[in-house]
Nanobody, 124 residues
Framework: QVQLVESGGGLVQAGGSLRLSCAAS????????MGWFRQAPGKEREFVAC????????PYLDSVKGRFTISRDNARNTVYLQMNSLKPEDTAVYYC?????????????????WGQGTQVTVSS
């Protein structure tokens, strides 16, 4: 069983930055693919970014390309989402997810473990 704990969310003005962290329990973090998803009020959860166990990164959600960056630190069992130039439409609860099979995917149903989410609110 893997536990994921997100942190780093908060309230920020438009144009600002936040870095989300997701710390994973267990000794096999390096074998997991990791993903970030988000869910805005009244909307379905959507894919944001993902990174394979080897560090390969799939194309980001179009609306965050050039502004968000996913990375991982296997020594710290942590995946990050650096978010720059934030916009009000980025407001959402952000979730990290882990997939036993270490291949990155944008499909949330293939992920095996989920964190509880962290709220990001961007004011205009």
């Amino acid at each position: 069983q893997v536990q994921l704990v997100e942190s780093g969310g908060g309230l920020v003005q438009a144009g600002g930055s936040l870095r989300l962290s997701c710390a994973a329990s267990g000794r096999t973090f390096s074998s997991y693919a990791m993903g970030w998803f988000r869910q805005a009020p009244g909307k379905e959860r959507e894919f944001v970014a993902c990174i394979s166990r080897s560090g390969g990164i799939m194309p980001y959600l179009d609306s965050v390309k050039g502004r968000f960056t996913i990375s991982r630190d296997n020594a710290r069992n942590t995946v990050y989402l650096q978010m720059n130039s934030l916009k009000p439409e980025d407001t959402a609860v952000y979730y990290c997810a882990a997939r036993n099979l270490g291949l990155a995917s944008m499909w949330e149903h293939v992920y095996d473990y989920w964190g509880q989410g962290t709220q990001v609110t961007v004011s205009s």
